[in-house]
Structures are given as C-alpha cells and as structure tokens.
C-alpha cells in the first residue's frame, strides 16, 4: 500500500489552474509536516511547499511564492496544492513528502522527509 497517493495532475495551458492532491493512508500523527516538492528532466529534486499538521507553519520555495497554495484537511488525511498562474518552467512531476521531524523546516530537503508518494505530472504549455 502507498502511503501517500498524488493525484490532479495534467496538462494546462500557461495562465491556467490546477489543484493537486495528496492523500495519506493510514495514520498521520506521527508526522510533524507534509508537503511537495517537484522534478523536472535533468534537474534535481525542487522543494515547492510545506505544512506543518499542526497547520500554524506554512513555507513555500521562491519560485512558487505568490502563486501556490498549500493546504490540508486533517479530517480526510489530505494535503492539496492549488497551483495559479502556471508558467512553462513549472513543468514537472510533483511528489507529496511528508516527514516527522521538525528539521525540514531548516533544510527543505528532500532527504529529510522519508515517506513519498509515486508522483503526478504537471505539464503547462507556452
């Protein structure tokens, strides 16, 4: 069983919308926060969002400022990223990340968060 399964990916046109999801099977408490990063072909491993469970710490990475939003509904286990404004760069397959220490809010490193998801495609258009 996956543990964390993305869904809401596609293909959009630049300008356009798209809201991913994530959701988490099993229990969730014992991770301290969920979030997203992004790769692209020939590139490393992006951080994108975080949340913490808790819902009071929220970050995002530079590139997705003023255009993302990450969210959470504790009640169904799931994690959404509401993507605006979508620009050809941010093409790319979306990972959901969570992780159960409070160190990746100091890193956002992907090697900090140890339970992922398989990932969904994010493809924008020029």
């Known amino acids: 069983q996956v543990p964390l399964v993305e869904s809401g990916g596609g293909l959009v046109q630049a300008g356009g919308s798209l809201r991913l999801s994530c959701a988490a099977s099993g229990r969730t408490d014992h991770y301290y926060a969920m979030g997203w990063f992004r790769q692209a072909p020939g590139k490393e491993r992006e951080f994108v969002a975080a949340?913490?469970?808790?819902?009071?710490?929220?970050y995002y990475g530079d590139s997705v400022k003023g255009r993302f939003t990450i969210s959470r509904d504790s009640a169904q286990n799931t994690v959404f990223l509401q993507m605006n404004s979508l620009k050809p760069e941010d093409t790319a397959v979306y990972y959901c990340?969570?992780?159960?220490?409070?160190?990746?809010?100091?890193?956002?490193?992907?090697?900090?968060?140890?339970?992922w998801g398989l990932g969904t495609q994010v493809t924008v258009s020029s």
């Open positions: 949340i913490s469970l808790n819902g009071g710490n929220i």
């Open positions: 990340a969570a992780g159960s220490h409070t160190r990746v809010f100091v890193t956002f490193h992907p090697s900090d968060f140890e339970t």
